[in-house]
């Protein structure tokens, strides 16, 4: 290579890194701005701040993205919202969080499925987004990403609107950023 030559920065992705004697073994997929992404907004449009992830989907749709990155949303099962997760290397989920002690409008970040309590007997009728997520990490191993980031926007107690409130929309807007963020490899 010529002196002179740029070489492009990319951040890699290290999937694991184990310490074997005195070295360190590291495994390293593509470079953050080459995989695959979704963002996938979920919620209920008719329960008014339910609908952040939603809301905070259709507007990063709008945003200046990379051509790696598709934007979806939904109201429709956990189990077609996992569906719609397989073939990417990495997925970003956009939600609505009820019933925590914190303020509406603030942010929850999920990276491990690993990290939540192990899967119980489930229904398809009893299970949560992230009890799917997890079955479909079991089930489509190769197929399914390899990261796996869960937004939660806290929320009060929903009611039949189609308004949202305006500490939830000053919530998505913060997170718009995070998540942009996000895609690029850079600390907010």
Known sequence: MPIGTSIPRFRWKCDTANKEGNELAVTVTKPIQEQKTIIYGWGNPIFGDDAAGIQAARQLNECNLPSTVEVAWSSSSPFSVAERFLGYDRAV????FVGTDRESGEIIRFTGLADQK????????????????????????????????????????????????????TGINNLLNLIQCELTGESA
């Open 93 to 96: 989920l956009i939600d609505a």
């Open 118 to 169: 192990p899967l119980s007997m489930l229904t398809p009728h009893t299970a949560s987004i992230l009890d799917v997520l997890k079955i479909y990490r079991e089930l489509y191993p190769l197929r399914f990403p390899s990261r796996v980031i869960v937004y939660g926007l806290c929320i009060n107690n929903p009611e039949m609107t189609n308004e949202i409130t305006y500490e939830l929309e």
